[in-house]
Nanobody, 121 residues
């Protein structure tokens, strides 16, 4: 199974910026899609942004124009640049990766432990 380690969360004022990182490690042959999800208290986990190995991206309407997802395939790392943050962006942000692992050659889907993002008004 792949392990995902996130970093970069924290406390920021409204209008500020944060950059999240998520590095995948383990017996990985390839990673297809990587993405960021978030879960606010009392709400369901929702997709924030995703990116394929070819660089195609998808964003939630609520973050379009403010957040940018990118990845470094050589480092098995995905980033989320968050600008113009709003209090409603406050949540635990989770990294997700789906791909193929080595020996055995089977698909995997892994989650990170989550990183807290708090935006104060």
């Amino acid at each position: 199974q792949a392990q995902l380690v996130e970093s970069g969360g924290g406390l920021v004022q409204a209008g500020g910026s944060l950059r999240l990182s998520c590095a995948a490690s383990g017996s990985i042959f390839s990673i297809n899609a990587m993405g960021w999800y978030r879960q606010a208290p009392g709400k369901q986990r929702e997709l924030v942004a995703s990116i394929t190995s070819g660089g195609s991206t998808n964003y939630a309407d609520s973050v379009k124009g403010r957040f940018t997802i990118s990845r470094d395939n050589a480092k098995n790392t995905v980033y989320l640049q968050m600008n113009s943050l709003k209090p409603e962006d406050t949540a635990v942000y989770y990294c997700n990766a789906e791909g193929i692992r080595r020996n055995p050659w089977t698909p995997f889907a892994s989650w990170g432990q989550g990183t807290q993002v708090t935006v104060s008004s």
